[in-house]
């Protein structure tokens, strides 16, 4: 008998083959059981689920004067594990990040560096969706931060 059919949670697909055993034998419809079995499956549930198209992230770097900071590097690392994304900002201090995976609870920090000092921000819990734009409106530059 393998794990999964004798009872033993040391399966991988223990706590699926649990769920329908119990949903069939409770008489709910097989269409609801395919739809919460499909989500467990497919980790939509906890995720965010959506098509995983890739967004992307937009704001501004501010001095402590509101003044729009050029050159500064942004950087934002994916929950998914992949490569972090870098940009820099332009002439008033905007930038935009493409191809950002989706996922919830990212980081965005930015770092300037000067000849003397060096400036950072960041903006913490960034959520980016499937295929969407997130601003993150102002990251002000403070030294040393």
Same mark, same amino acid.
């Given at each position: 008998m393998t794990a999964e059919a004798s009872g *033993?949670?040391?399966g991988a697909r223990w706590p699926v083959t649990a769920v329908w055993f119990n949903l069939r034998y409770m008489n709910y419809p097989r269409v609801v059981v395919a739809l919460v079995l499909g989500l467990a499956a497919?980790?939509?549930? @906890?995720?965010g689920g959506g098509d995983g198209k890739p967004g992307s992230v937009?704001?501004?770097?501010?001095? *402590?004067?509101?003044?729009? +900071?050029?050159?500064?590097?942004?950087?934002i &690392? =994916? &929950?998914d594990g992949s /490569?972090?994304?870098? &940009? $820099? %900002?332009?002439? +008033?201090?905007r930038f +935009?990040? /493409? #191809?950002? =995976?989706?996922?919830?609870?990212?980081?965005? /920090?930015? &770092?300037? #560096?000067? *000849? $003397?000092?060096? %400036?950072?921000?960041?903006? @913490?819990? +960034? *959520?980016?969706? @499937?295929?969407g734009r997130t601003d993150v409106g102002a990251i002000e530059l403070k030294a040393g931060g």
């Amino acid at each position: 008998m393998t794990a999964e059919a004798s009872g *033993n949670d040391a399966g991988a697909r223990w706590p699926v083959t649990a769920v329908w055993f119990n949903l069939r034998y409770m008489n709910y419809p097989r269409v609801v059981v395919a739809l919460v079995l499909g989500l467990a499956a497919s980790g939509c549930a @906890s995720s965010g689920g959506g098509d995983g198209k890739p967004g992307s992230v937009v704001g501004r770097v501010v001095d *402590n004067s509101g003044k729009g +900071v050029r050159g500064t590097a942004v950087r934002i &690392v =994916p &929950v998914d594990g992949s /490569e972090p994304r870098i &940009v $820099v %900002t332009d002439s +008033v201090g905007r930038f +935009v990040i /493409e #191809q950002v =995976p989706p996922g919830r609870g990212m980081t965005v /920090e930015a &770092v300037k #560096q000067g *000849n $003397v000092l060096t %400036t950072r921000g960041s903006k @913490s819990k +960034v *959520n980016v969706s @499937s295929g969407g734009r997130t601003d993150v409106g102002a990251i002000e530059l403070k030294a040393g931060g």
